[in-house]
T-cell receptor, first 117, second 117 residues
Framework: AQSVTQPDIHITVSEGASLELRCNYS??????LFWYVQSPGQGLQLLLK??????LVQGIKGFEAEFKRSQSSFNLRKPSVHWSDAAEYFC???????????????FGSGTQLTVLP | DTGVSQDPRHKITKRGQNVTFRCDPI?????LYWYRQTLGQGPEFLTY????????KSRLLSDRFSAERPKGSFSTLEIQRTEQGDSAMYLC???????????????FGPGTRLTVL
């Protein structure tokens, strides 16, 4: 069975500082990995995704993530955090069908990001 | 592009009552997914449809839960005889058909927050 671990429940950074959110996954085949962000009372917005190719992927809002197969990790990074980045961040792993369509996603428990002025 | 919409956004009910939620996917998205998110956790997969066919159901979807997508457009999720443990955010997502661009990505709605008293 697939699983995702986000070791940090809550992270606090100052505005302008760099950010790294950790994600470790367990999956029997080539993983299909996502990072989503959720603001209070909102649904989830996709930040970026990885399936194959370059292991460093760029996303929206200046975020990037690096896939490391040897460490089963897919950590999210941002060089300079803005106050508007305060939200909850979820890492997810999914199964892909042969058609390329996604099946169910398995999410981590999330990391709550607080940004100090 | 109006995005995925869900109705109602909030529902408060008494234990033992039945509730029904509606999800309208992005037009032309033939796949529709339901997830449940409890406080402090990531979303958990419940079920998904391709057109009107329900292709997969999680063991989380007890016999008190039923989901339908009769015409392959909007979907409803009904919970019968609600229990306090059903209190959660119910999220809907949709994705494009196999072979289409971004078929690997699920786009989420804002969710319906259910409170069972």
């Amino acid at each position: 069975a697939q699983s995702v671990t986000q070791p940090d429940i809550h992270i606090t950074v100052s505005e302008g500082a760099s950010l790294e959110l950790r994600c470790n996954y367990s999956y029997g085949a080539t993983p299909y990995l996502f990072w989503y962000v959720q603001s209070p009372g909102q649904g989830l917005q996709l930040l970026l995704k990885y399936f194959s190719g370059d292991t460093l992927v760029q996303g929206i809002k200046g975020f990037e993530a690096e896939f490391k197969r040897s460490q089963s990790s897919f950590n999210l990074r941002k060089p300079s955090v803005h106050w508007s980045d305060a939200a909850e961040y979820f890492c997810a792993v999914g199964a892909l069908e042969s058609s390329g369509s996604a099946r169910q996603l398995t999410f981590g428990s999330g990391t709550q990001l607080t940004v100090l002025p | 592009d109006t995005g995925v919409s869900q109705d109602p956004r909030h529902k408060i009910t008494k234990r033992g009552q039945n509730v029904t939620f509606r999800c309208d996917p992005i037009s032309e998205h033939n796949r529709l997914y339901w997830y449940r998110q409890t406080l402090g956790q990531g979303p958990e997969f419940l079920t998904y449809f391709q057109n009107e066919a329900q292709l997969e159901k999680s063991r989380l979807l007890s016999d008190r839960f039923s989901a339908e997508r009769p015409k392959g457009s909007f979907s409803t999720l009904e919970i019968q005889r609600t229990e306090q443990g059903d209190s959660a955010m119910y999220l809907c997502a949709s994705s494009t058909p196999p072979g289409y661009p971004s078929t690997d990505t699920q786009y989420f709605g804002p969710g319906t927050r259910l409170t069972v008293l």
